[in-house]
């Protein structure tokens, strides 16, 4: 914590709350304040304690609030969700952490048969304040198994909400609104945007959970994204702007609930729309953003609209990574279909 407190801003003209944080330190800013606010609020997983976790995100937490609010789990992604349960029952509201998103599917049952279901089979009576903190999707070239893009196998199975933020001020935000939920979220946290650097107003969320954001406004079509593909598509919009192409990025941030005012909202202004994200075409999210905006601007849309995705192909280990991940060329060769159709 002493490095953050080194670079936070005393210029009143930016205010005393606006702080140059990593997402990682974002993150961990986040857990600090919920720590702090609530007793019941529990951190834990694989070496999330003295470690601080593999990405550093948990660093100093245990040593500020103790080994029994932070603490380290054996190797047992299974036994860490369900852990989770049996604390969530019990009046406390747990923040798991499993190391990458590969290792989630041991876990997929306790993840979908138990903190999914447990308030709708109690009628309430058990919710399941749980928020599961996944480091997820590719752009570090890890080993095969630490890169995925689970995104819509967790928006599929009702009783789950699922965020995905896109920089470090939106970690901060939607991290406190994901713990403070007495709903289970899935919180993916796009590793390859960890060490994505930049000054966070230490704000209080405003908007409800399930609302989109414009982060570029533009009027010749939209991009929508969540995750690093943000950035990825805020970098084909300043090309495109080279151009005279004003590109709109709409960052979905939830990806359950989905934004689908807000998706409706951008495109029809701008008449068309790309949706870019990590996961395989088949059956991937982009699916159900493009159903949504074709069934609410049907006759706004000026083009059909395209998808530009990772390849229905098993998610790649590190070196192939590069190959398989939505480029800024595949996006702006999009953007050429849906303006020249």
Not at 209 to 236: F, Y
Not at 245 to 253: F, G, N, P
Not at 324 to 336: E, F, G, K, N, S
Request: aromatic share 6%.
């Amino acid at each position: 914590m002493t490095e953050l407190i080194e670079h936070e801003h005393t210029d009143a003209a930016v205010g005393p709350r606006t702080v140059e944080l990593s997402m990682q330190q974002a993150i961990n800013r986040a857990l600090h304040t919920l720590l702090t606010e609530d007793p019941d609020v529990l951190v834990f997983g694989e070496d999330v304690g003295a470690l601080g976790g593999v990405f550093r995100v948990t660093d100093g937490l245990q040593k500020e609030f103790g080994d029994q609010r932070v603490f380290d789990t054996p190797l047992a992604e299974s036994a860490i969700m369900g852990m989770a349960v049996g604390l969530a029952m019990n009046g406390w509201r747990p923040v798991p952490e499993l190391q990458f998103d590969g290792f989630a599917y041991p876990a997929i049952d306790q993840i979908v048969n138990q903190v999914a279901r447990m308030n709708y089979r109690t009628r309430g009576a058990a919710p399941m304040p749980i928020t599961l903190r996944l480091p997820s999707f590719g752009g570090i070239q890890a080993p095969e198994h630490h890169g995925e893009s689970l995104e819509a196998l967790f928006a599929h199975t009702p009783g789950l909400k699922v965020a995905a933020p896109s920089d470090p001020a939106e970690a901060y935000s939607l991290l406190l609104q994901s713990v403070r939920s007495d709903d289970p979220v899935v919180f993916m946290e796009p590793k390859a945007r960890y060490w994505d650097r930049r000054p966070v107003q230490l704000s209080e969320p405003t908007d409800p959970i399930g609302t989109s954001r414009i982060v570029r406004p533009g009027r010749h079509a939209t991009l929508v994204a969540w995750g690093a593909m943000v950035h990825k598509c805020l970098q084909v919009a300043e090309l495109a702007a080279e151009d005279g192409v004003e590109l709109e990025v709409l960052d979905l941030r939830w990806l359950k609930p989905i934004d689908a005012a807000g998706l409706a909202a951008s495109v029809a202004r701008t008449k068309r729309a790309v949706v870019v994200h990590e996961a395989p075409l088949t059956a991937g999210l982009g699916a159900e953003v493009s159903t949504l905006i074709t069934e609410n601007c049907f006759r706004d849309l000026a083009a059909p609209v395209q998808r530009v995705t990772g390849f229905d192909v098993p998610y790649p280990a590190g070196p192939l990574e590069p190959q398989y991940l939505p480029t800024i060329d595949r996006v702006l060769l999009a953007v050429q279909r849906t303006l020249e159709y």
